[in-house]
């Protein structure tokens, strides 16, 4: 069973789709049946979602790849950070 504390801590893994079939499974069950974790995976999608769509700067490959990895780490903070409130 997986606990919600994964689920945060797993977030930016699940979507960049860096997990494997298994876990994902595991956490879209979580996810399903878990409230907190419903709204917490929503909301950081939908971030995230956003922040690619505005993500339009021109970068060179290397930077932008660095800067994508901060964007969604900032952003999990923002979200692990309103969980918890
Ligand atoms: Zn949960």
């Known amino acids: 069973m997986v606990r919600c504390k994964c689920i945060i801590c797993q977030l930016t893994d699940m979507v960049e789709h860096q997990l494997s079939n298994d876990?994902?499974?595991?956490?879209?069950?979580?996810i399903r049946h878990c409230p907190n974790c419903g709204i917490l995976y929503n909301t950081f999608v939908k971030t995230i979602n956003l922040c690619h769509s505005i993500e339009k700067?021109?970068?060179p490959a290397n930077k932008k790849k660095?800067?994508?990895k901060w964007m969604h780490v900032e952003v999990k903070k923002i979200v692990v950070k309103r969980a918890r409130n």
């Open 23 to 30: 876990i994902y499974d595991d956490i879209m069950e979580h």
């Open 57 to 59: 700067v021109k970068l």
């Open 66 to 68: 660095v800067f994508h």
